[in-house]
T-cell receptor, first 116, second 116 residues
Framework: GAVVSQHPSRVICKSGTSVKIECRSL??????MFWYRQFPKKSLMLMAT?????????EQGVEKDKFLINHASLTLSTLTVTSAHPEDSSFYIC????????????FGQGTRLTVV | AQKITQTQPGMFVQEKEAVTLDCTYD???????LFWYKQPSSGEMIFLIY??????QNATEGRYSLNFQKARKSANLVISASQLGDSAMYFC?????????????FGKGTRLSVIA
């Protein structure tokens, strides 16, 4: 199967700072990437869909100015949590697809963000 | 409206026994895909099995099989010969229109505990 690499796996940051999370497709070109957020013992909630070369589509209730998504190339999407607060602490995970005809979704390893 | 329903928050199974994890779904799209993922405590999403809405036969992957009942809109996961390493969260997910640019929608998950 295809490989999606997410970095960092864990990050601790201070309130008010920004954190960037990277999601890379290592052996395929990802036209579309998805960002999910998972609270402890909860399900994965879709935050946004990012398409290479265009603006991300955010789900209702997700602040696009707080969660900046950039999909500048076919192998890299980034999620930046701006002015982080403790309530932003969560598990963030990305997934990627190889193309419109691809039914599979490949997931990164996830990033556990703790804001102190 | 909830699209994926997993009614079992937690399940216990004896080692070497089989266990069924329930999943029902709701969609009006004739083309969809159903997925099961395993999430251990590390957080990574491990793909287990996939069933397409037009697939005539139930999907099987090693010890995993998917009991697909289209009329009932159910896609239960059957794990045979449970192992201690099967203890994890299990998520059922659906992708509508079965293309790479639509996201997966997840159920709330079932925590499986395998007892020695």
């Amino acid at each position: 199967g295809a490989v999606v690499s997410q970095h960092p796996s864990r990050v601790i940051c201070k309130s008010g700072t920004s954190v960037k999370i990277e999601c890379r497709s290592l052996d395929f070109q990802a036209t579309t990437m998805f960002w999910y957020r998972q609270f402890p013992k909860k399900s994965l909630m879709l935050m946004a869909t990012s398409n290479e070369g265009s603006k991300a589509t955010y789900e209702q209730g997700v602040e696009k100015d707080k969660f900046l998504i950039n999909h500048a190339s076919l192998t890299l999407s980034t999620l930046t949590v701006t002015s982080a607060h403790p309530e932003d602490s969560s598990f963030y995970i990305c997934s990627a697809s190889r193309g419109v005809r691809d039914t599979e979704a490949f997931f990164g390893q996830g990033t556990r963000l703790t804001v102190v | 409206a909830q699209k994926i329903t997993q009614t079992q928050p937690g399940m216990f199974v004896q080692e070497k026994e089989a266990v069924t994890l329930d999943c029902t779904y709701d969609t009006s799209d004739p083309s969809y895909g159903l997925f099961w993922y395993k999430q251990p405590s590390s957080g990574e999403m491990i793909f287990l099995i996939y069933q397409g809405s037009y697939d005539q036969q139930n999907a099987t992957e090693g010890r995993y099989s998917l009991n697909f009942q289209k009329a009932r809109k159910s896609a239960n996961l059957v794990i045979s010969a449970s192992q201690l390493g099967d203890s994890a969260m299990y998520f059922c997910a659906m992708r509508e229109r079965v293309t790479g640019n639509t996201p997966l929608v997840f159920g709330k998950g079932t925590r499986l505990s395998v007892i020695a």
